[in-house]
């Protein structure tokens, strides 16, 4: 065997090796040494994620008879998330380091790190076995996380809620897999779509690709496979939720976009099109309906993310470059919108203990800083420019108008009318903290140093992204020069 | 008598549908987990089966199927532990008690 492929895999080594330092770290140091724990974690991973954009990981290179495949779209999908899981560590610093959580937030970090290397994997793979592996190793450790808060009950409903659902998920992917491997013969990407533009249409095929969908479906929470993501959201440690709701669907998302195109590319129009069209429609609409009449601000973050989900698949029916690189920056924007947010929560959970919207009422008051870093991020979600936001929506739907169908220029146009509808919902937010005249409950205070960087990353990145034009740029650049819609 | 593949394709859809019929009808979470595992084990006779009869020629069926019953063993080990956390706080493992959160 030549072990020198293992060199294509450079992200997932270093990834390992920030794992086992942690590991090490939090099993063998002495009890004093432990209370750097969270600061040496953020740190490592920072110098992994700024080694990341270091350009010789741009190369196009594959290892395992092309199980697994690097190339710059890949190095760069990674990178994006990278971004987020560091701001995730750097916000989740003080909730970590509470009395409660103190003796086991080593295992939040391993656990954190595995899910990560576990995305990576799914990005990655090119056959069907390494994607089950990564998309197991992604999704079960997370249970673990969700049920983190052991003095919490909620946090062991959402984790029971979660493991059910994404093992019954599992099984129905897989079942889909076995149809798809019993047509083709293969688990190999490439010759399963060899197989499949030689004979294209079988009604088999159509229920595999449907229990295929579903099954990713799940990890994304499209509707109609969206019910466990309210309470998981929940019920989970808000610094899990936040995790559970930005890296882990940036990451679902484009191993989607990959498994549609590599391997059901050849029955686009035939089959998954349509599909994906019904989901994308009832995934926007119901989020944003579910999501107004909620008043726990994390179940109202959770379906904003459904709805936000629904966007991001606008990317993959688009089926061209334009698509892929508009899908990229929209995660990318929805990393840092959504964290903002999740910060803020987190910053006023820790200091109070509250998570209801009415709590909010009058924060402009209280805590002038945090209701502005909240505010520019719902305005981002809902898309209002000059946020990032509002390019990130535009860029999608020119994507998926690129498509040129007319049934994509509907889609398009129902799509535009439920971000109208979202902005309802996400001033309903803003005009709780800032119009409100009620007393606000929660008293002024000053948030820990980790959670104003956390916030201040962030709240760069909204403002930022939409206006430095280079980094959309870059991105369609990347997407152009893939391979990924090159047997097309 | 030929033992064909619909011998063995027919037994296992059945299983399959068996265990989303449990997973959605049973109250006691053990026997969802149990609905579960029936699922997961419809898919392996699946992979094994195609393998066997469609293309008899490779292995890539049968090393899937090993490692869906890792997967499977690590899903059920990680499932119980939560569930007996549950049992814990709650005295109980009944589904329907767990409405603490809902819309």
Known sequence: MDYSQFLAMKQEIGLLVVFLLVFLFD???????????????????????????????????????????????????????????????????????????????????????????????????????????????????????????????????????????????????????????????????????????????????????????????????????????????????????????????????????????????????QVWEWMLYAIIILTITIGNLFAIRQRNMKRFLAFSSISQAGYIMLGVIAYNYVGMASMMYYILVYVFSNLAAFGVISAIENKTGLVGMDDYKGLYKTNPRLSVAMMLAMFSLAGIPPFAGFFSKFFIFTGAIQQGSIAIYVLVLIALINTIVSLYYYLLVVKAMFISEDECKVAPFRSSCSERLGLWISVAGIVFLGIVSCVYNYLLELSASSDIFAGL | MDITLMYYLIPSLIMFCCGVYGFITRKNMIAILISLELMLNAVDINFVVFNRFLFPGQLEGMFFTLFAIAIAAAETALAIAIIINIFRVAKNIDVRDLTKMKF
């Open chain 1, 27 to 269: 099993t063998f140091m002495p009890k004093k040494a432990q209370g750097s724990l969270s600061g040496i974690t953020c740190l490592l991973f920072a110098l992994f994620t700024a080694a990341g954009f270091c350009p010789c990981q741009l190369a196009d290179a594959d290892a395992f008879a092309g199980m697994y495949v690097t190339s710059p779209v890949m190095v760069t999908i990674k990178n994006i998330l990278n971004v987020g899981v560091l701001i995730v560590l750097i916000q989740s610093c003080r909730w970590a380091n509470s009395d409660i959580q103190i003796m086991r937030r080593g295992e939040f970090y391993e656990l954190l790190l595995v899910t990560l290397f576990g995305m990576y994997l799914m990005i990655s793979a090119r056959h069907f076995l390494l994607f089950v592996i990564g998309l197991e190793a992604a999704s079960l450790p997370l249970a673990a996380m969700v049920a983190f808060d052991k003095n919490r009950y909620e946090s062991h409903e959402a984790a029971v809620k979660y493991i059910l659902t994404a093992v019954f998920s599992s099984a129905v992917f897989l079942m889909g897999l076995s149809f798809v491997y019993g047509l083709t013969g293969s688990l190999y990407f490439a010759k399963i779509y060899e197989a499949l533009s030689v004979s294209p249409e079988s009604p088999m095929l159509i229920v595999a690709l449907a229990f295929v969908i579903a099954g990713v479906g799940f990890k994304l929470s499209l509707v109609p496979f969206h019910l466990w993501t309210a309470d998981v959201y929940q019920g989970a440690p808000t610094s899990v939720t936040s995790y559970l709701s930005v890296i882990s669907k940036g990451a679902a998302a484009f191993a989607f976009l990959v498994i549609l195109v590599q391997v059901f590319g050849t029955v686009y129009s």
